[in-house]
Nanobody, 121 residues
Framework: VQLVESGGGLVQPGGSLRLSCAAS????????IGWFRQAPGKEREGISW????????YYTDSVKGRFTISRDIAKNTAYLQMNSLKTEDTAVYYC???????????????WGQGTQVTVSS
């Protein structure tokens, strides 16, 4: 299994980025997909996930209304659209897949390498 994130970068407050998570070795639709982030000196935080099959989406309060998780079954790729970015969104962002899903990182088995998102003026 390989998960490759892309799309990170430097953006001004209020800006947008779309992160991608391209999967190989698995069929993404068969697994829950989670997005996590880890800021310097902080624990890894689950921010959004989408369930396998029916694709129900979940968000932590800090990103609800600003971030949107999705997946493209044909491309076997998941996305995290991030709008209205704030300086406190600065972190390394990771995608992960697992059978159970949820916001806890222990519930995921395979992880990408991470992509840096920096929100700064």
């Amino acid at each position: 299994v390989q998960l490759v994130e892309s799309g990170g970068g430097l953006v001004q407050p209020g800006g947008s980025l779309r992160l991608s998570c391209a999967a190989s070795g698995i069929v993404l639709n068969d697994y829950a997909i989670g997005w996590f982030r880890q800021a310097p000196g902080k624990e890894r935080e689950g921010i959004s996930w989408i369930s396998s099959g029916d694709g129900i989406t979940y968000y932590t309060d800090s990103v609800k209304g600003r971030f949107t998780i999705s997946r493209d079954i044909a491309k076997n790729t998941a996305y995290l659209q991030m709008n209205s970015l704030k300086t406190e969104d600065t972190a390394v962002y990771y995608c992960a897949t697992g059978v159970r899903g949820g916001m806890a990182y222990e519930r995921y088995d395979d992880w990408g390498q991470g992509t840096q998102v920096t929100v700064s003026s």
